[in-house]
């Protein structure tokens, strides 16, 4: 399975973008799909999880309300929209994929593919 992120860039604080993860190789019917990001200087956090069969969203307490993930399945894509960016949002975005066990999760550890990351700036 090989994941390609894309979307991120310079945007201004209180802009919008969205972020995608293009799947391909060995296509995973039962996974879950992750964003995750990571600022310089921390810890890789989670963003939200989707279900790839059954479209079953999971967001981190603090990004409810603002990021959205969705997917389309005949395009193998998974989005990560976000809006009303903030300067504490610059990070980079990371898409990785897991099987359906253990169902939506946040932990990293349990992702097996990884994307490279795309860069997300927020400038104030």
């Known amino acids: 399975v090989q994941l390609q992120a894309s979307g991120g860039g310079l945007v201004q604080t209180g802009g919008s973008l969205r972020l995608s993860c293009a799947v391909s190789g060995r296509t995973l019917s039962s996974a879950v799909m992750g964003w995750f990001c990571q600022a310089p200087g921390k810890e890789r956090e989670f963003i939200a999880a989707i279900s790839w069969s059954l479209g079953s969203t999971y967001y981190a307490d603090s990004v409810k309300g603002r990021f959205t993930i969705s997917r389309d399945n005949a395009e193998k894509t998974v989005y990560l929209q976000i809006n009303s960016l903030k300067p504490e949002d610059t990070a980079v975005y990371y898409c990785?994929?897991?099987?359906?066990?253990?169902?939506?999760?946040?932990?990293?550890?349990?992702?097996?593919?990884w994307g490279q990351g795309t860069l997300v700036t927020v400038s104030s």
């Open positions: 990785a994929a897991k099987s359906s066990i253990f169902g939506l999760s946040g932990n990293p550890s349990l992702y097996n593919y």
